[in-house]
Each structure stands twice: as structure tokens, then as C-alpha cells.
């Protein structure tokens, strides 16, 4: 569920490999702040829970006008700015305001498991890369270990008036339950080096060795889909490798430029690489970092590794007897939507 709206402002930090990466929500929080309160006056999203507590018992349901089959799917293929941090059920207190902005509809989110409402997110698309709600809402499920869906029998809100008399149904809210599921069958496999391990991060995994201060993280970015409107482009996906590479090298060396993506493989896919020393969390070190872009059609990947010099030598072969073992394999739930 959307638990404890006033959590909204703690912050968080998203970090990959030695390496802290901010990842960025762009809205107005005056602005969000202010709408935020007038709705916080009116209501609340609530789960169904078994032991609801003294206030929440106060708390009256409020029906939603449920949306049709047309309504719901185009509102899925609208799009937005890709952005998310935070935690899932803080990240869903904000995107409740700014999806009503961005979408002309109020997005909830919700969940009733435990794990899921605490689970950090960070955006996996490009800068101006603005994905469908469906392709946003998948990314969210990878994350979260989950699948999402609409249920028109589960649409409604809290509401604390003292009216009598029976509310009338609201218009322009949707509510997307988010479930956990078994542990995703990644799209990707590889050798994995003696003594490694690998630790799941939902749409990412942690490659860890047993005695040196590096690692190689694997991201599953996702489904990238060009407008409706605009033109088939066959180079669509190349287009978009060159534009994910690019967000990643400017996180960390925001002078990088796209003559610096050289051309590599991983297996037998194509891939655009691109290294730099950037700074690392210990004072006065810095680390290599090594990212590898590449796709499965539209389907984007990003692997990372950072290394300190003094373990270069020890531990990028084995990095590159990985990467040239990696292939892709069909992942048993590609779309996590229901």
C-alpha cells in the first residue's frame, strides 16, 4: 500500500560498486509540496489490513470510478519522465501528486507485503527518455520483485469526511497493486568466476570476489520503445545503446563524449565500451571504472565494473573470461504486468 504519506521527505542513497550514483527525480517540491498537502487533507490510500489501528478504523472507503479497458490501456501507453528514487512507498507518495501533473491521473501505488513498501528505486532509463507508465511500471516490478495490475475490484480510497451521506465516486485516480513473486529468472548467464558471488538486487546483480574490494554489477534496463507517433527507425536500437551509454559515462565523467564509446563485445553481442579513473569512497583513491552498453532489440543492458590499480592485474582477466562467456537466455517473466 501507500503507507505513511509524511515519509515522503526522508531521503535515501542509491550506490553501484564503490561508486556512489545519485539518481535523479526532477519535479518541484514547492510546488509538489503544496498540492501534496491540499490532498493530504482529503485522503489517504489504505490497504485492507487485518489489525487497521485506532485512526485508520475512523477511516471511511471511498469508491473510485473504475476505469475501462480503452481508459486503462491509454493511460498505460502514455509517457513520462523516467525518473524515481527513494523507496517504493516513498517514491509512491510523491509520484501520487506528480503523476497527476505528468499524466492528468493520480497513480497509486500499492502494496500489501512488508518487503516491498521499503524497497529502494532508481531510475534505469536515459535522461529524456520518456518510457510508457507500463514500461516505468515494469521496471518498479524488477526492482521490487513483483508483479503489478489493475484491479477494477480493489479501486478505492480513504476518506475522513464527516459527510453522512453516501460520497460520490472519484474520478481520475488509479490504483496498481504491486505483488511479490518468486525470484525472477534473470535474462542473461554466464561463468562465473571461481570463488565469486552473486547477490540479486532485483534488476540488477551484485557479481562479488572473495578477498578484493571490487565487483561487476549486471542491469537489466528494460524495454525501449520509440512513440507511436514518430516513425519506425531500424536504428532505433543502436540509437538508444549510444543514448544509455552516454547517461552512464556523464554520471561519472560528465565531460565524456560519444567518440570516447568504443566498440566491444560481450559474448557474441555487440556493445559499446567506455572506461575512465574516476574518484572512489576512500580518500585520495581513485578507481577504474568499466561499463559495457548493449542490447537484446530493444531491450537495453549495462554492466560496470570498478577495480582499484593495485588489483588490475589479478582480477580483470577474470572479468573478461566473464564477459566473453555471457549470453542471453529467455527470462521466464519478461513482463512483469499482469
Known amino acids: 500500500m501507500i503507507s505513511s504519506f509524511l515519509d515522503f521527505w526522508v531521503d535515501s542513497e542509491c550506490a553501484t560498486t564503490t561508486v556512489s550514483v545519485s539518481m535523479n527525480f526532477t519535479c518541484s517540491r514547492i510546488t509538489l509540496f503544496s498540492i501534496f498537502l491540499s490532498l493530504l ?4 490510500l489504505s490497504a485492507q489490513d487485518s489489525k487497521p489501528k485506532e485512526t485508520e478504523a475512523k477511516i471511511k472507503k471511498q469508491a473510485v470510478v473504475v476505469l475501462t479497458d480503452a481508459k486503462l490501456e491509454k493511460i498505460l501507453n502514455k509517457r513520462l519522465e523516467g525518473g524515481m528514487s527513494y523507496s517504493f512507498k516513498q517514491f509512491g507518495n510523491m509520484f501520487f501528486v506528480k503523476s497527476r501533473i505528468d ?11 512488508k518487503e516491498i513498501p521499503e524497497k529502494p528505486l ?4 536515459p535522461t529524456g527518455c520518456n518510457p510508457t507508465l507500463r514500461e516505468f511500471f515494469d521496471s518498479i516490478g524488477r526492482q521490487t520483485t513483483s508483479t503489478w495490475k489493475y484491479d477494477p475490484t480493489n479501486q478505492f480510497i480513504g ?7 453516501k460520497p460520490a465516486q472519484i474520478k481520475d485516480i488509479a490504483i496498481f497493486e504491486f505483488k511479490e513473486t518468486k525470484e525472477r529468472t534473470k535474462s542473461f548467464k554466464f561463468k562465473l568466476s571461481e570463488g565469486w558471488a552473486a547477490i540479486d538486487q ?10 578484493y574490494p571490487v565487483g561487476m554489477d549486471i542491469y537489466e534496463l528494460g524495454e525501449f520503445s520509440q512513440k507511436a507517433s514518430e516513425k519506425a527507425d531500424p536504428d532505433f536500437s543502436e540509437k538508444m545503446r549510444l543514448r544509455i551509454a552516454m547517461h552512464w559515462a556523464k554520471r ?5 563524449t560519444e567518440d570516447l564509446m568504443k566498440l566491444a563485445k560481450v559474448g557474441k553481442l555487440d556493445a559499446l565500451f567506455y ?3 574516476i574518484p572512489s569512497n576512500l580518500e585520495g583513491e581513485k578507481v577504474r571504472w568499466r561499463q559495457w552498453i548493449f542490447m537484446d532489440g530493444n531491450r537495453g543492458y549495462f554492466i560496470v565494473i570498478t ?3 593495485d588489483y588490475e592485474a589479478k582480477m580483470f582477466p577474470k572479468v573478461e573470461e566473464m564477459i566473453t562467456s555471457f549470453e542471453l537466455v529467455k527470462s521466464e517473466s519478461d513482463g512483469p504486468g499482469e
Open 41 to 44: 487533507l482529503s485522503f489517504n
Open 103 to 113: 499524466l492528468g491521473t493520480s497513480i497509486g501505488l500499492m502494496s500489501k507485503s
Open 122 to 125: 532508481q531510475s534505469t532509463f
Open 159 to 165: 476518506s475522513q469526511t464527516k459527510e453522512k451521506k
Open 202 to 211: 532485483g534488476t540488477w546483480v551484485m557479481h562479488r570476489p572473495p578477498e
Open 252 to 256: 561519472v565523467n560528465p565531460k565524456a
Open 275 to 277: 572506461d575512465t579513473m
Open 307 to 309: 577495480i582499484f590499480p
